[in-house]
């Protein structure tokens, strides 16, 4: 390990203590996809907390694929966290009951994203805990997530974290090389890949972006181009939503 690295997983730690500290809270509750980066965020809230204090949920449609269930199991009896799967298909019925309703795989995939972070809500609720995020910085940038959905937390250990980063760390933390290995993918319709939904690679996202903000956010290639108006498009995912309180003193 690297010092830098070592440095930076410390202090993303050392955030997640503070955070769960100061809460009040008694735990944690990750949503667990199967993949890297929900691999990566609740083996640092096991290692900020133990995983005792950690609970996983996995939360699968009809089209979830039984090794990504099978992985987030293997992940928490590895970390020492309680895990729990719980379908959302009894839920996404009742809005396919809504007249009306239609199914595309865009809507279906939006529905689906808010529905898990209702449910994590739901069992935070419950079990006065704090909802883990687990959006990586490459993601956020480009808004490749749902609003008040999967991009909704209390606190986001990854979102300082490129994509490509987050595969370093996670071979440094021990994740299991099937999740390591496996085609990033949100899991939101059949054959979904992330990359090719999006178009580029996450090396060439992850390249571009640290080239665009040193060039003051100009674009030199087609590649860049593309990726500069992703991240224009998408600013209102990361903007508070426009009122008329801002800038007025605070109580």
Known sequence: MTTDLGCRMGQVEQMI?????????????????????????????????????????????????????????????????EHLVISIEPILRGFQAMPDFKGSAYLLGNLMARIRMTVLYYQANLDNTLVCGTSNRSEYMLGYCTKFGDNAADFQPLLHLFKTEIYDIAKELGIPGPIIRKKPSAGLWEGQSDEEEIGLTYTEIDNSLRLLE???????TTTEEKVLGLIIKSEHKRMVAPNLLTGEKKP
């Open 17 to 81: 203590r503070y955070t769960y500290w100061t809460s009040g809270c008694k735990g944690i509750v990750v949503g667990l996809s199967g993949g890297v980066d929900s691999a990566v965020a609740a083996t640092f809230c096991c290692r900020a907390v133990g995983g005792k204090k950690v609970l996983g949920l996995t939360l699968p449609s009809g089209v979830t694929k039984p090794e990504d269930i099978a992985d987030a199991a293997m992940l928490c009896n590895q970390l020492g966290m």
């Open 214 to 220: 040193q060039q003051s956010w100009k674009a030199a």
